[in-house]
């Protein structure tokens, strides 16, 4: 591991000085960042545990990823993006037993040993009209110049959907802001990804000086957290639509977001698995194309002084068929703020604390409760239903000219996986995060 560190931090400097021969328009940039998270939780209370059940006995689980960013100024208005990565490591219990869990950078693969493989690889071409432009600095997957403030652009091939929606300046990253997984995104927006969170598709953005509308268009995985995408493309698809609206108060920025969401494919029902066999029932016996799962996030943020901001998310799906992609939750509330460490005489410090509310519908509630197992989520049984509830605290420490972040964090989780008989759970991580 200490080598991996040494050679990605010499690489990821070379990179950067290669790309720092630049003019107003960016022809090429080139970016690296490297995340490792350390996590610890002692034993708790649990009765009973099922097959996906997060262990109630003492745990220490670490997650490594490693991104190229690389990015090309092809022609008048198109820019190109690819980067490979790297990821290893494993969660508390093979990331199994809660809902909202504790580490946002481990993924839900079989092996926790480090494997390669192209993350984003798109295109994008602008429109643009009009004579106000933005400065855009160098950064990841964003090639620095002038950005005109109304433009339309068309964007095809693997990306992640966070690249796009849902974004949130203070809860949005779990390489540099809140950990939990109902933090990075609207807990209930099942967004459509692979099992490493890419997906396949177009995506289009209309951009004006104080809003901006997207879409996309995108593949479906053919199992549930699966990695093949379907080719069915008329049957398996997923929709999303989102506005965002940037407003200031006595000059403090903040923003607002819809976001509206359809996943079609061959899913399975909770209430049609019950049906077919009501003791442990099993939701891929039940797969059908013609299913669906359709909901809504709502996204908010404000700076109420220079250093403070507050943040407030909710989010809601229908919670009939299976969840295919994200984290099995229906019903979502979150809401918290980052305070950045100026009057302790450490501005580029920063400490956030959140809290989260997640639910699930009553047919996903009864299908737990008889015995059934999700993707993430399945104590066996369920007798005491609870909303899964969890405070996150974090203190992000800049230890290197704000290229390499130091970050303590701690988890309170009550109800995992809404079982009241279970828990709570006490997490305590470490995260270093290297960004050139």
């Known amino acids: 591991m200490k080598k991996l560190l040494l050679f990605t931090f010499l690489f990821g400097a070379t990179l950067q000085l290669l790309a720092q021969d630049t003019v107003k328009q960016q022809r090429f940039n080139f970016h690296f960042q490297q995340t490792v998270i350390t996590q610890t939780k002692p034993s708790f209370h649990a009765p009973y545990s099922g097959d996906n059940s997060l262990s109630p006995l003492h745990e220490t689980a670490s997650s490594l990823t490693t991104t190229l960013f690389g990015g090309a100024r092809l022609w008048k208005g198109a820019d190109a993006y690819f980067n490979p990565e790297l990821s290893g490591g494993s969660g508390f219990s093979k990331t199994l037993g809660v809902a909202g869990f504790p580490n946002g950078e481990t993924f839900r693969v079989g092996s926790a040993e480090p494997k390669i493989y192209i993350a984003r690889l798109y295109l994008t071409q602008n429109f643009t009209w009009g004579n106000e432009r933005d400065t855009v600095q160098d950064d990841l997957n964003q090639l620095a110049g002038f950005k005109s403030k109304r433009y339309f652009s068309v964007t095809v091939g693997k990306f992640g959907m966070s690249d796009y929606f849902d974004g949130n300046s203070f809860s ?83 923003s607002f977001r819809v976001l509206g969401f359809m996943n079609n494919g061959k899913m399975g029902n909770y209430r049609d698995a019950i049906a077919q066999s009501p003791v442990t029932p099993n939701i891929d016996t039940v797969l059908h194309y013609g299913h669906h799962k359709y909901g809504f996030g709502l996204n908010a943020e404000q700076y109420l002084t220079k250093d403070l901001g507050v943040f407030a998310k909710a989010s809601w799906n229908d919670g009939h068929t299976e969840t295919w992609f994200f984290t099995e939750i229906d019903r979502s509330l979150s809401f918290g703020g980052v305070l950045k460490g100026t009057s302790w005489k450490r501005s580029d410090d920063e400490v956030g604390l959140a809290f989260v509310g997640n639910g699930i519908s009553a047919p996903h509630r009864d299908y737990l409760a008889a015995g059934g197992y999700g993707f993430i989520i399945g104590d066996g049984q369920l007798q005491h239903y609870g909303t899964e509830m969890v405070a996150e605290l974090y203190y992000k420490i800049n230890a290197f000219q704000k290229k390499f972040y130091i970050t303590p964090d701690y988890q309170f989780i009550v109800n995992p996986a809404y079982n009241k008989d279970r828990g709570p759970v006490n997490v305590f991580s470490l995260r270093a995060h290297i960004e050139f």
């Open 172 to 254: 949005h990253d779990p390489r540099t802001q809140f950990m939990n997984w109902s933090l990075m995104s609207n807990g209930a927006w099942d967004y459509p990804a692979n099992t490493r969170g890419y997906v396949l598709g177009a995506f289009t953005e209309l951009g004006m000086p104080t809003w901006t509308l997207r879409f996309a268009y995108t593949l479906v995985t053919t199992t549930a957290n699966g990695s093949v995408f379907d080719a069915k493309l008329g049957k398996s698809n997923s929709e999303t639509l989102e506005f965002e609206k940037r407003y200031s108060i006595n000059s403090r920025q903040g």
